[in-house]
């Protein structure tokens, strides 16, 4: 392989190092010795010269010498810039999956971002054609051949994703999240002030992360059961509704429901699947406005138990497993009103 081969991929550069260069830029504090390597052969094996540098000779320059140029596309090691450069292909591409299956009924996503520069000269044809490749083209992000004159909503989502997983290793990117940015994402490109559209991007990913810090633990497995995790928020929620809701506590027993089985949905996802997105605006209006936000979410998930009270009672698994997930009758207003009515229930068993 050539030493100066270079990668591209979404603007990251990896150059593998070049042995003449980097062995004398990584001796050139020691005049002494890089007077010794003025002349070294280009096809010298690293390894040998490595070895040969001599032992009373400065340990920083050969740690420094060592370090430039033993990586290569197959070491593994965590310091390696070809284990990042590929780590980052890996983590680009899960997140171009969950991106491009994003709300695929809604053309949002696949239209141009309001922020492009020029938004008024882009063609209709060129809009639709490029929105069709990446709807339907797993590696149409990966090819540089594909990149249009414009950003779409879906590009905006990529980055911000990404770029959140980078800041945050120990959260990383978890399925799910793509669901949790596409409201915020909507909201701000919908607003018709140009303030905030112009700005959509760099504002998104602000209230996301905010959103993010206060919501992670349920995305992050070691923390499933501290006090923040899921399985104790589902615990909470089990326990609020053998108090609230005995019968269909009990019939859920009988019938061996679990509630993780549809609530955990409902809590990692915030009900973005539950609803079209101005019924999950209009959720979100009055969860975001709520400092616990997971006691307003059980709440929700308490009322809407109760709205189907009678459903869940007249069936057994099947049946109940397919009632309690279908939305198509309720209204989110009433969701809201019976939630802040439990409110007052919930305070007064001091649960």
């Known amino acids: 392989m050539n030493n ?91 997140i171009d999956k969950d991106v491009r299956r994003t709300r695929t009924h809604m053309n949002f996503f696949f239209m141009p971002a309001k922020c492009n520069k020029h938004l008024n000269n882009i063609k209709n044809e060129e809009i639709s054609e490029h929105a069709e490749k990446k709807r339907n083209e797993p590696s149409y992000f990966q090819d540089s051949k594909n990149k249009a004159s414009f950003d779409t909503n879906a ?43 112009l700005n959509v ?64 949905r409902w809590y990692t996802l915030f009900f973005t699947q539950e609803f079209e997105m101005p019924d999950v605006l209009r959720l979100w209006d009055s969860l975001l406005a709520e400092d616990e936000k997971f006691d307003f979410i059980n709440m929700i998930c308490i009322a809407i138990i109760k709205i189907k009270r009678q459903e869940i009672l007249q069936n057994d698994f099947a049946g109940i497993m397919l009632n309690i997930q279908n939305f198509e009758k309720i209204e989110v207003e009433n969701i809201i009103k019976y939630g802040l009515e439990l409110r007052a229930e919930i305070n007064k068993h001091q649960i």
């Open 201 to 264: 991007e760099a504002d998104t990913y602000n209230c996301f992360e905010n959103l993010m810090n206060e919501i992670k633990d349920i995305f992050i497995r070691k923390r499933d059961n501290t006090e923040t995790g899921i399985q104790t928020r589902l615990k909470n929620l089990n326990m609020i509704l053998r108090v609230i809701e005995r019968d269909i506590y009990n019939h859920f027993a009988n019938e061996k429901v679990e509630l993780q089985y549809f609530a955990f």
């Open 4 to 94: 100066n081969t270079k990668f591209n991929k979404e603007n990251i550069q990896i150059s593998n190092l070049d042995l003449d260069s980097n062995y004398s830029e990584s001796l050139n504090f020691n005049n002494n010795l890089n007077s010794k390597i003025t002349n070294i052969p280009s096809n010298v094996d690293s390894q040998q010269l490595f070895k040969s540098v001599p032992t009373n000779q400065s340990l920083k320059a050969k740690r420094v010498f060592k370090k430039n140029t033993m990586d290569h596309p197959l070491n593994n090691t965590k310091t390696s810039k070809w284990k990042n450069y590929f780590d980052d292909i890996e983590l680009f591409e899960e």
């Open 155 to 197: 590009d905006l989502m990529g980055r911000i994703l990404f770029i959140y997983a980078k800041k945050y290793p120990d959260v990383r990117y978890i399925q799910g999240m793509n669901e949790i940015l596409a409201p915020l994402l909507y909201c701000f490109s919908n607003d018709h002030n140009p303030y905030f559209y």
